[in-house]
């Protein structure tokens, strides 16, 4: 059995508790990779990640019990992804894709610390919407290992706003 680390298993009961109950279930990995292609492909992707042109849905083999990512280069910023695989155990669930997309936009050794937290905050935010994103703050903010993440957007607008105003000064 394998023994998951202390923000691992935070992140993993935070999502449990939240992000789980929301989102897409897609019946065939074409639909899923449809979805997939509409938001790395988007404008407001590219923005945020513009390291990351392609990341492909497969399902994994029969009997797999977890779900997993494949970075196929290291060719983006920090040694970030610019292709990747997204490997589905089970369900062709919306959270589990964005969790799994969530890894290849950031450094192999990221793992499910706050970074990957407000990471996937991000795509939460933007793809399953705002009741889901705000469950899944709520969850990951009670657990030690994130109390002290930022609101990704909220955070992100009003840094924007302070800066407005300092050059208005």
Known sequence: MTRLGTAQEALYAAEAESVDRHGIVWRRV???QRALDALVGSAWFGARWPHLVRATVER???????STHQALDAGGPGGCATEGVVLVAGALRQP???HELAHLLLPRDAGHGPEFAETMLTLVRREMGF???AEYYHALRSRDPFRAIREPGVDDERAGVHAARQLQA
């Open 30 to 32: 074409a639909d899923a």
């Open 60 to 66: 994994r083999g029969a009997g797999a019990r977890w």
């Open 96 to 98: 589990v894709i964005l």
């Open 131 to 133: 009741i889901a994103f």
